[in-house]
């Protein structure tokens, strides 16, 4: 079973890459803000509550964040492998996945991180703004928020998975295929 944690700012350009290597890996894709985004739209009391806090531009809380990835994870018992994409954010989560998988024999094999600059991150989202419908895709001030709170809550996690010499952090600037080989280079060796 591969697990991969697909780790990076918002931006750096998680989403594109996993729906590349889920079809290459046959994994599964879960990313915790489409799942949310999803519960949004349906109008879900899930959906109602998360997005009180995204639209603040804040984390949701853990324990709903926690409960909602592992009942994702669940639904797909056969599964080779996961690519968790916006998740962990924070050490209690990381945490809880590392549980979660070790009373099931798995564990999370690597996490790689898409390193991108700030000042392309900030481009990107504002482009993909033009067309996602993601309020906060579309104000420069809301996305340095995100970009901050990454910095202060989520980044820190390298060193966790580094501790479990898990971490792979590759340059995240180039074409998408360019990264995508980077990723596979990676991922081959697990
Ligand atoms: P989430 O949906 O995870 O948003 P994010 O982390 O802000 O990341 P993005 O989806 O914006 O970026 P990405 O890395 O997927 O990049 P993408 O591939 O789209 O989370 C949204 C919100 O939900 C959070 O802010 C939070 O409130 C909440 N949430 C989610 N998970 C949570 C958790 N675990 N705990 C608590 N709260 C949580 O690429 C970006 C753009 O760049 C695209 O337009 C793409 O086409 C383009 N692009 C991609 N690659 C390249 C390239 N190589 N060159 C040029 N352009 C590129
Ligand atoms: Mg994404």
Redesign the pocket.
């Known amino acids: 079973m591969k697990n991969i944690v697909?780790f990076?700012?918002?931006?750096?350009?998680?989403?594109?890459?996993?729906?590349l290597l889920k079809d290459k890996y046959k994994l599964i894709h879960i990313?915790?803000?489409?799942?949310?985004?999803h519960n949004i739209k349906e109008l879900t009391e899930l959906g109602k509550l998360?997005k009180t806090?995204?639209d603040k531009?804040?984390?949701?809380?853990?324990e709903?964040?926690i409960k909602m990835?592992i009942a994702e994870v669940e639904k797909y018992p056969e599964a080779n492998g996961f690519i968790f994409?916006?998740?962990?954010?924070?050490k209690s989560?990381a945490e809880s996945l590392d549980k979660f998988l070790k009373e099931r024999d798995h564990e999370i094999n690597a996490m790689i991180v898409?390193e991108v600059p700030e000042n392309?991150?900030i481009k990107?989202?504002l482009?993909?703004g033009l067309?996602?419908g993601?309020t906060?895709?579309q104000s420069e001030e809301k996305i340095k928020i995100?970009l901050q709170?990454?910095y202060d809550n989520t980044d820190i996690l390298k060193d966790f998975y580094q501790k479990q010499n898990k971490y792979h952090g590759i340059n995240?600037?180039?074409?998408?295929e360019?990264?995508k080989e980077r990723i596979q280079q990676i991922v081959e060796k697990f």
């Open positions: 697909l990076g700012a918002p931006g750096a350009g998680k989403g594109t890459q996993a729906e990313s915790t803000g489409e799942v949310f985004r998360a806090y995204i531009t804040q984390l949701v809380p853990d709903v964040t990835l994409d916006g998740f962990p954010r924070t989560q898409l392309i991150l990107r989202i482009s993909r067309t996602s993601r906060n895709d995100r709170n990454y995240g600037v180039g074409t998408v360019e990264i």
